[in-house]
């Protein structure tokens, strides 16, 4: 149904003033919330102990997990719907041409050390951490339109604008960006002349808990590195229940840091973890126990969220040779046909998984076209033969395809030894591999080292996962070439993160691409943009980027003790049910 721009724009803003602080918490019934009771403490693994307690200085997905519980931002996912909905703003405003965003901040949020949320919070946010091209965990290019620069000001004491130089019909889907506190991190302030880069120092993993403060439904009590990080309830949090109650429930919340998955399993069953994201491979022996009396309960549901597994092929490999083989569109297709996804989704995932999307989850209705015909079957003969009409028909004594140098065609596959999956993958693509004459060397590292390797471009085969969201836009820098995540290709990535990227780099496939990312930014027509995102997908399918494998569901075992449970990944900003768990 069209519903005029203008209406749309009124009820939003109506939405955002209906909700003043507290923020009430309700209609979540449909996913068995109910009104919980206060107390308790709730305990979940942690892979690693995180590399910094900034959550701007360092990418790290353990350190998400923590600071998802510390801090918020302006608006939040809706836990049943993925609708944005307001959070530390209360009501927001957009201007007839798209290019004003206006956010009315929520009274009476305080910092968990009691100091005033304003304004000048917002704004030393997003100028010193999200929008400087020098924070690691920064995100600059989101804040460049057409070449420039998103601004926003302080309007009062509780309110900012964003004014934007065309529209972006994503802008506010982003804004859910943690909040930092001003008065805890001002020295780090370019207005108070430190340089862009000093910010990836603040809260270092030694600083004093204290110094850590959020608005966030908990607060850092202890860390201590290689076993446990503590937060204890924060008792100025801005949310209540459907009956008034302050929320969170849970008085505090453990994070035990085991990096082997078995151990976690093992931790779990003797009761020292209250709660665990699990693999399908796990899914039949804790379904079993739970059949039979164990103490917990194992659900499972369809992912919109969550990362599907891929495999990649350095475009810029250090072996020339190699590099001209592995950025040739030819062999990545070739080599799709050697990806058992069906083995691996029965013997990794027990069957809990499906065929992935192309840059899209399956389960997102608003944008995923159905490109599982271009996956093609798993065919070795076909495989072999494609291979042999690229000129790779000569092999070695040992059956190993020759580079067209006469090296062999022998590749090193980075993946994660402390994933439930990656290792079992990896011996699957290196037994089909072997079998066209593709050796496959495994070379395993920790998980949380994964992303920086692929960035570093010391690799050559890499298996890692990127998470799905509800539009591509957010998935921006994974999947536009030059984006700083599209680390495969690195070439047409800009000097400086937020320029425009090197078009003179690119295939012509990614050129095309790059146009359509730039093109849908800015596309205010909901189905144009659903048509750019669908030839994009296209493209992604014929020319294989990185080459998707499966799409896992999501599958959870909590203990009998604890309500209102809901799946949680953890490291998606505005999307945080842990403060309507209880303990019963």
Known sequence: MFVPRTLALVSLALLGAALAAPKKVSGYGALGVVNGKAG??????????????????????????????????????????????????????????????????????????????????????????????????????NFKLGGQNVTISKVDAMTVRFTLPQPAPAFLLQQRYFIMPQHKLAKYGQENDAKPADINGAWPTNVAESEVVGTGPFKLATYTA??????????????????????????????????????????????????????????????????????????????????????????????????????????????????????????????????????????????????????????????????????????????????????????????GTDSAVYPPIATILQSDFAKVGVKVNLKGILSSRLLATGQSGDWEMILHAFGDQPDPELRRPIWQPGGSLYYWHRAPQPAKDGDPANTAKMAAWEKEIYEIFNKAAVEPSASARKALYTRWQLLFAQNLPVTPIAKPENIGAVSNKYGNYMYNLGVIPGYNPVPLIYQK
């Open 40 to 141: 308790g403490s709730y305990t979940l693994p942690l892979g690693d102990s995180p590399q910094s307690l900034f959550y701007y200085g360092v990418i790290d997905n353990n350190l998400g997990l923590i600071s998802q519980q510390l801090f918020d931002g302006l608006v939040e996912f809706n836990l049943a719907t993925y609708k944005i909905e307001p959070a530390l703003a209360e009501s927001w405003t957009i201007s007839p041409d798209g290019k004003v965003y206006t956010f009315k901040l929520r009274s009476g949020v305080k910092w968990s050390d009691g100091q005033a949320f304003n304004a000048d919070d917002v704004v030393f946010t997003y100028k010193n951490m999200i929008m400087n091209p020098e924070a690691r965990a920064g995100d600059p290019g």
């Open 226 to 415: 290689g076993q446990k990080v503590t937060l204890t309830r924060n008792p100025n949090y801005w949310k209540v229940d459907a009956a008034g109650t302050k929320l969170p429930y849970l008085s505090s919340l453990d994070f035990l840091i085991i990096r082997d998955p078995q151990a976690q399993v093992a931790q779990f069953l003797a009761g020292n973890l209250d709660q665990l994201n699990i693999s399908g491979a796990q899914f039949p022996d804790l379904k079993q126990k739970e059949v039979v009396g164990a103490p917990f309960k194992v659900m499972r549901s369809t992912a919109l969220f969550g990362s599907p597994p891929f495999v990649a092929y350095n475009f810029d490999a250090k072996n020339a040779a190699l590099a001209r083989v592995l950025s040739d569109v030819q062999f990545r297709r070739a080599m799709q046909g050697a990806v058992n996804r069906e083995r691996i989704i029965d013997a990794v995932y027990n069957g809990l998984a499906s065929l992935p999307g192309h840059g899209v989850a399956p389960a997102n209705k608003a944008f995923y076209t159905n490109t599982t015909r271009q996956l093609g079957d798993f065919d070795l003969a076909a495989v072999g033969s494609a291979l042999d009409a690229m000129g790779l028909s000569k092999k070695n004594a040992a059956g190993v395809r020759l580079l067209p140098n006469g090296q062999p065609l022998e590749l090193d596959l980075t993946y």
